[in-house]
């Protein structure tokens, strides 16, 4: 049976499918000595190379299926190097032995809050894809009076520069002593467009003072997990976020929950 190439290469962990669309279009991968063109199909036999290393096996499964979720830190980057110099994500988590780490998505420098991150970049593109609207909830302090008709107007929808968005719901919590004029409100949405939440509450005057995500998909914050630390989701969990973007759970998914000690930089 054969599968698409940049499936195959997603699967075992080399990256996201869209990632490795690029990376076959950019000459980086070959298969059998010969340069990959895009939509090439292959079989467990193919002798796949990236930059000139060889996959390794690529059969039905890749390696094991594993999930991390970071407490992401306000000035960290959720790249894998800066030229500023910048902290990274990818810095504190937990070595793998094969394939590497794939951010699901990704956060503003500014903004704090639940990322994960996977070693199955098939697992990885359908938590991102648009087509399964996974729902993102995020805590949000905003500066300025919050009228019903303006939360009316969020959840209703509103155009912004590059399309229409909405919040599926906005709930307000208690203001804490001493916040003044900020108010702490819970939003949903289920798109991942570049800033969409600030930009959706500054689309109605007001100014997001702090901005943290705490839910994605079935996948929330950890209680007692602290900012730049990990904790690595276990079998039942995994095989929940594989199930809601429609992959089948594995038997060997994900191993006991851990969370990270505090203390140095971790390799990538």
Not at 17 to 40: D, F, K, Y
Not at 144 to 158: D, F, H, K, S
Request: hydrophobic letters at 30%; aromatic letters at 6%; charged letters at 30%.
């Amino acid at each position: 049976m054969t599968e698409k190439l940049q499936k195959v290469l997603a699967r075992a962990g080399v990256g996201s499918r869209r990632e490795m669309e690029r990376w076959i279009s950019e000459g980086r991968v070959q298969v059998n000595g010969r340069p990959a063109t895009l939509g090439a199909r292959v079989d467990e036999t193919a002798r796949i190379t990236v930059d000139g290393r060889p996959l390794g096996k690529h059969g039905a499964h890749g390696p094991r299926r594993r999930v991390v979720a970071y407490y992401k830190r306000a000035g960290e980057v959720t790249t894998r190097s800066d030229p500023d110099g910048r902290p990274t994500v990818f810095d504190r988590l937990p070595p793998v032995t094969r394939g590497r780490w794939i951010a699901v998505g990704r956060l503003d420098v500014d903004t704090l809050g639940l990322l994960l991150f996977t070693t199955d970049g098939e697992l990885a593109n359908r938590l991102m894809h648009p087509s399964h609207e996974l729902p993102r909830e995020y805590a949000v302090r905003v500066f300025g009076e919050v009228t019903p008709e303006i939360i009316a107007r969020l959840t209703r929808g509103v155009t912004l520069e590059d399309g229409e968005a909405r919040f599926e719901s906005v709930q307000p919590r208690s203001q804490a002593e001493g916040e003044g004029a900020n108010e702490w409100y819970h939003v949903v949405l289920r798109r991942g467009r570049r800033r969409e939440v600030r930009r959706l509450w500054e689309s109605q005057g007001l100014t997001v003072s702090r901005l943290i995500r705490v839910r994605y998909g079935p996948v929330s914050l950890p209680r007692g997990l602290r900012r730049g630390d990990f904790r690595e989701l276990n079998a039942r969990e995994v095989g929940s976020l594989a199930a809601s973007v429609g992959l089948q759970p594995r038997p060997e998914d994900g191993p006991p929950p851990q969370r990270r000690r505090q203390g140095g930089r971790r390799r990538r």
